[in-house]
Nanobody, 118 residues
């Protein structure tokens, strides 16, 4: 079965960095786009970044452009989110997601908490 396991969250100071990882299994990772999303306390789910299966196309939410970098290692079946210059408003539970396809629904990990505070 499809499994997505996030790691790398924690506490960071404003201006700091964190690198999230999402280890995947149960599907042909190199054949699918992947995304990161987040949900702050009391807020709705917010898409953060996406990357095509071969990494040739990458998209970011406007609020993270220039600060976050999504990447993937198709040999290791892992997708990453490098987060630089973190801001308090980046505080959220971050989820890795395998987007829905024409034959399957979306899959989500359990999330990893990122807290940005001094």
């Amino acid at each position: 079965q499809v499994q997505l396991v996030e790691s790398g969250g924690g506490l960071a100071q404003p201006g700091g960095t964190l690198r999230l990882s999402c280890a995947t299994s149960g599907f042909t990772f190199s054949g699918y786009a992947m995304s990161w999303a987040r949900q702050g306390s009391g807020k709705g789910l917010q898409w953060v970044a996406g990357i095509y299966a071969d990494g040739t196309a990458i998209y970011y939410q406007d609020s993270v452009k220039g600060r976050f970098i999504i990447s993937r290692d198709n040999a290791k079946n892992i997708v990453y989110l490098q987060m630089n210059n973190l801001k308090p408003e980046d505080t959220a539970l971050y989820y890795c997601a395998k987007p829905p396809t024409t034959v399957d629904g979306a899959y989500w990990g359990q999330g990893t908490q990122v807290t940005v505070s001094s």
